[in-house]
């Protein structure tokens, strides 16, 4: 190692340090202000101003019934954010079209209030992970913050909204043909049964039970499915990936939960040992490449974090969990494929944030 080598020169370059300041501020802001989102989506906050001309801090404050002095430095720290504009003359608050749509409509594809509901439980479960390091033993899934649970829905739900249905089922080998006719179909660590419920809607002729190793979400998607009219023909099951029963499937899905598991391959074999000859198996995952270098990205900086926090931890949860990280290549998903009994593999849909690989006998 020459003495130009990062770890032998110590001597801050001040241009250098001065970016990165600028960036440690930025990330700052950014951090604190996630918890302000989080308040302004659990108080109807950002949906009280969707629609409006512009409101004063007084008028939002009754709108949502909510202190109006709170409201107002709510108000301030979203128009420092940008997530919130305002007319200084007036006095009065708005959202742009832009901020509307990404902040209010739970049924767009770009809603993102729910990702932060994910932070927030993130810093809540923070000690926990802590103790996870220094053991060696990770926290399971259903461990964590109930926060986690609600954004992990509020956050995956638009994307399986815009892509699922649309693009996802149909780049599939023969799958949209067979869910036509009337196909049976497990979704595998359904969580609160988004991905199930989607697919429910716009294939009546199929059979869909949504499986999940957690109580507590598959209560959830039981209460969801009823609201909906759904439950007659959705079924939500807590059961495990690696045993779910059901026999002669048409189709297996994992919506982004195969990495999060302590035995992926027990988990994919079973999925093979459930399909028949013909079946599929469909595991969304994180968008990702096969190594560090190429995950270094904006979108691999979030997944990083919440497999630090979250992913990792819950498959280290169990003896010998392999965890596996939301970065995980597809290298590494085509060989757990090989080994669980599957003979061919292929990434057959993306997005910038996920991968949609298909399995097959
Ligand atoms: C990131 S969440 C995804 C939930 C849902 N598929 C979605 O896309 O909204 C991962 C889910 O996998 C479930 N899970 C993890 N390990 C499991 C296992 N061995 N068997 C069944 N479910 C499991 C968790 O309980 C959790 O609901």
Redo the contacts with the bound molecule.
């Keep these: 190692m020459g003495d130009s080598s990062p770890a032998r020169n110590r001597t801050p370059d001040p241009e250098k340090l001065n970016a990165f300041v600028g960036r440690f501020v930025a990330d700052l802001g950014a951090s604190f202000h996630g918890a302000t989102i989080v308040l302004g989506e659990k108080l109807g906050l950002y949906k009280a101003l969707a629609g409006a001309d512009g409101l004063t801090s007084e008028e939002l404050a009754r709108k949502t019934a909510t202190a109006e002095r709170f409201v107002r430095e709510w108000l301030a720290a979203q128009v420092a954010s940008g997530y919130v504009s305002w007319e200084a003359r007036k006095q009065r608050y708005y959202l742009t079209p832009e901020q509307e749509f990404t902040l209010t409509n739970e049924n767009g594809p770009a809603y993102f209030p729910g990702a932060f509901f994910v932070a927030a439980s993130m810093y809540r479960d923070e000690p926990k992970i802590l103790e996870a390091f220094r053991t060696g033993t990770g926290v399971d899934?259903?461990d964590h913050d109930h926060d986690l649970f609600v954004g992990?829905?509020k956050f995956?739900?638009p994307n399986y909204l815009a892509n699922l249905i649309s693009g996802w089922l149909p780049a599939l080998d023969g799958v949209v043909t067979r869910l036509e006719e009337g196909g049976r179909v497990a979704d595998?660590?359904?969580?609160?049964g988004?991905?199930t419920r989607l697919m429910a809607q716009a294939y009546p002729n199929s059979d869909f039970v949504g499986?999940?190793?957690?109580a507590g979400?598959i209560r959830a998607a039981q209460e969801i499915a009823v609201r909906e009219g759904l439950s007659a023909r959705t079924r939500f099951e807590v059961?495990?990936?690696?045993d779910f029963p059901g026999q002669d499937l048409d189709l297996v899905t994992f919506?982004?939960?195969l990495h999060?598991?302590?035995d992926p391959v027990g988990?994919v074999r079973h999925a093979r040992q459930s399909l028949n000859d013909e079946g599929t198996l469909m595991v969304v995952e994180p968008m990702a490449g096969n190594s560090l270098d190429e995950n270094i990205n904006p979108v691999g900086r979030v997944f990083y974090s919440a497999s630090t926090m979250i992913c990792t931890p819950?498959s280290m949860a169990q003896p010998n969990g392999a965890g596996l990280g939301a970065q995980t290549g597809d290298d590494a998903f085509r060989e757990i494929g090989r080994t669980a009994g599957f003979t061919r593999f292929r990434r057959a849909a993306e997005t910038p944030f996920n991968r949609v690989l298909e399995f097959r006998p």
Aim: net charge negative; aromatic share 20%.
């Design positions: 899934w259903p992990t829905n995956f739900r595998v660590g359904c969580g609160f988004s991905s499986f999940d190793y957690h979400s059961a495990r990936a690696q919506f982004d939960c999060d598991m302590a988990a819950a």
